[in-house]
């Protein structure tokens, strides 16, 4: 049979469960608690020992007997009603009682987004704070800034992380807005109108308000969606995909410098000792976890416009062609980016700098970008500005043309001092120290730690202090 490489090759436990059979179903007899446990405090005729039966066979699932009682009734929903029914018989009766099917598939649906958002947060919140961690070690190395993948003024590596952790804040902030603002279908009935309720309880509009209010709280809500077809509102999904798309980009993003700055030699991804870069080419130490991230996240930036396709079709109160589609793009698009997260802060914990071969590369271009301050300086002493601009001018080209045309060093400087135009400056090396080629780089870095990032951190410090102890294929 099939095996999705999302579960079997790379996703977590954690996760996994969270979309698994076993939580769907277990949280559709928690959502009939639910609905039952305010139906009788409301008033309707429901014992105790209903109550208690349902409860304690929460996770006492028949799969084979509900998936025979679907394949008999070809709805899945009712199939479940049934097993549920045999180990709580008493309460068969009242199970799913003024309920459509979307009571359970929906609000489940729901929660199982609103876990999962929560789990992918402290993972996003634990990658900021390995990165951090990164920024501030090297806020002060100078190196190649690069614009159209040409060589720019300088910036350190330090900042440039600050890039990467800003595209996650970002993120952090758009995802606390989701969590936030998620609501629970609640109690709906078959179009939205709560009618079949309203006929429970005689005509009784506040106590179906009440059941309302009172499902969402014992399902751990705050709010429910204030008004819905049979469904809730497909937008929710497109919303909630766009975050994770967010996310998929920010890491895409980083992962492609990083395989950059890897075939530069500069900054690599960890790689174990016994590790294979190639079957052929022994030498080889390819970003493969930086290239994998890339992959999932290509993955993941496809989904919203499904999820949106899917919203912008519902017909009237709800068409089922959100079924099947929404079955993968759901649990797939958290799956993914799940794993996303785990090798990005893989990634992260493991960065390696190779600092000589960072300067040899910004010593290779310096002197261009040092001409400015030489020609300053000349002037500064005395010299005629048309006369050394124009005397830079030829030594630039013909270093350029030695360092592209015969592949020899960069010897501008060299020209530069040999050049009695330029003979007051006999300080030219002084001149061309990288760090005062950096600007507030190393500040912005400390700023940028200080007033953004470590609030966040010390706002969630609980979640840094979990822990997964699910093996991860990295």
Not at 279 to 308: C, G, I, Q
Request: proline fraction near 4%.
């Amino acid at each position: 049979m099939y095996e999705h490489p999302l579960v079997a090759r790379y996703a977590t436990k954690e996760m996994s469960f969270i979309f698994s059979p076993a939580k769907k179903f277990s949280t559709w007899r928690k959502l009939w608690i639910a609905l039952a446990t305010a139906q009788k405090e409301l008033g309707l005729d429901i014992t105790e020992k209903q109550l208690s039966e349902m409860r304690a066979n929460i996770y006492n699932i028949d799969f084979d007997f509900a998936a025979k009682k679907e394949r008999e009734f070809r709805h899945d929903v009712m199939g479940h009603v049934h097993a549920f029914g045999e180990v709580a018989p008493t309460a068969m009766p009242i199970i799913h009682l003024g309920a459509t099917s979307c009571y359970v598939t929906d609000n489940t649906e729901l929660i199982q987004i609103k876990e999962a958002m929560i789990l992918i947060k402290r993972k996003l919140v634990q990658t900021i704070n390995i990165l951090k961690e990164f920024a501030i070690e090297y806020k002060d190395m100078p190196t190649l800034g690069f614009t159209h993948y040409q060589p720019a003024q300088l910036t350190t590596i330090g900042k440039r992380c600050t890039l990467w952790i800003q595209d996650l804040v970002f993120d952090l902030e758009r995802l606390d807005r989701e969590i936030d603002a998620l609501p629970l279908r609640g109690v709906k009935g078959t179009t939205g109108t709560q009618a079949s309720f309203l006929e429970l309880f005689n005509g009784d509009h506040e106590k179906v308000k009440a059941l309302n209010q009172r499902v969402t709280e014992l399902m751990g809500f705050q709010k429910a969606i204030p008004v819905s077809g049979q469904t809730y509102t497909r937008k929710i999904d497109y919303n909630v995909l766009s975050v994770l798309s967010g996310i998929a980009q920010s890491a895409y993003k980083m992962c492609g410098d990083i395989r950059l700055l890897s075939n530069l030699k500069e900054v690599e991804e960890p790689f174990s000792k016994t590790q294979i870069g190639s079957s052929a080419m022994a030498y080889k130490r390819n970003p493969m976890r930086s290239e994998r991230v890339t992959s999932l996240a290509r993955y993941v930036l496809s989904l919203p416009s499904a999820a949106a396709n899917t919203h912008a079709n519902q017909w009237f109160e709800r068409t089922l062609d959100d079924s099947a589609i929404r079955r993968m793009y759901l649990p797939e698009s958290f799956l993914a980016v799940d794993v996303i997260l785990n090798l990005l802060s893989n990634i992260s914990d493991g960065l390696h700098v190779w600092p000589e071969v960072v300067k040899a590369h910004v010593m290779a271009e310096l002197p261009f970008m040092a001409t400015e301050v030489i020609l300053m300086k000349g002037v500064e002493r005395g010299g005629d500005r048309q006369k050394l601009h124009e005397a830079i001018r030829v030594h630039s080209m013909d270093a350029a043309s030695v360092v592209k045309g015969e592949g020899k060093p960069n010897d501008l400087l060299k020209r530069i001092k040999n050049d009695p135009l330029f003979k007051s400056i006999h300080d030219i090396d002084s001149l061309i120290d990288p760090k005062l080629f950096v600007g507030r780089a190393p500040e912005q870095v400390t700023e940028f730690i200080n007033d953004i990032v470590d609030p966040i951190l010390q706002e969630n410090k609980e979640l840094l202090k979990m822990t997964s102890s699910d093996e991860v294929n990295i």
